[in-house]
């Protein structure tokens, strides 16, 4: 049994998820090339021209249409500026299950949008698409993806020894493969109960208002 997502797109207090376009290019491009996402994630090193073009016209549609997830570019509802990433992946239609990723620009950093766009899309997928599982898998020391997935109140439930190819950068500025275990993590509807309200109470942003 296979499905796929709509082409839709989902807005929040400060943020807008939306389809990938030719003009999120050069945003896309530095984005992918920052040092922590080069470090934590699979993308080529160097991110090229031709990268981001693939991603945009090729990669990130299929992706939707094939039925294996869907791809959105995070931007600010004010300045349309791409702050980041937010993708699902490895969907299994039959378990109604699937994995999140996520990734942020560097000068977006530290104002919780990875967290407000997480949260957003999984209210969505519970909500409006009955899934029952969002999967969150994360490296060992990438401390920052850890704390998203905790503060959208997912739940560890244990560790896949040596199991991703992370990258560490060299004396002579470098990149070398090293081997990492993954942590996996796992929210389920019954999870999100209570977690707007306690991000909202700590000051945080987590309204969810629409999606079309």
């Given amino acids: 049994m296979a499905g796929t997502f709509p082409n839709i797109s989902i807005s929040t207090e400060r943020l807008v998820l939306r389809p990938f376009e ?3 290019i050069p945003a896309h491009i530095e984005m992918m090339n920052d040092e922590m996402v080069t470090a934590w994630t699979p993308v080529p090193h ?22 294996h997830g869907i791809a959105w570019a995070v931007t600010e509802f004010l300045t349309q500026r791409l702050v980041g990433v937010v993708r699902l992946r490895n969907t299994n239609w039959h378990a109604l299950a699937t994995e999140a990723a996520y990734v942020t620009a560097p000068w977006a950093r530290g104002e919780g949008y990875a967290t407000e766009s997480a949260l957003a899309v999984a209210q969505w997928l519970f909500r409006d698409q009955k899934f029952e599982r969002i999967e969150v898998r994360t490296a060992a020391d990438n401390t920052a993806s850890q704390q998203v997935a905790q ?3 997912c739940i560890s439930e244990g560790v896949l020894r040596n ?37 909202a109470d700590a000051g945080g942003y987590a309204s969810f208002t629409d999606w079309n």
């Fill in 22 to 24: 030719a003009a999120d």
């Fill in 46 to 67: 160097p991110y090229t021209q031709r990268h981001a073009e693939a991603w945009v016209d090729t990669i990130a549609p299929a992706e939707r249409l094939s039925g």
């Fill in 151 to 153: 503060k959208i109140g």
């Fill in 163 to 199: 199991a991703w190819i992370a990258r560490t950068q060299t004396e002579d500025g470098g990149w070398t493969d090293i081997r990492t275990d993954l942590i996996v993590w796992s929210l389920l509807p019954e999870d999100l109960e209570g977690i707007a309200e306690q991000m």
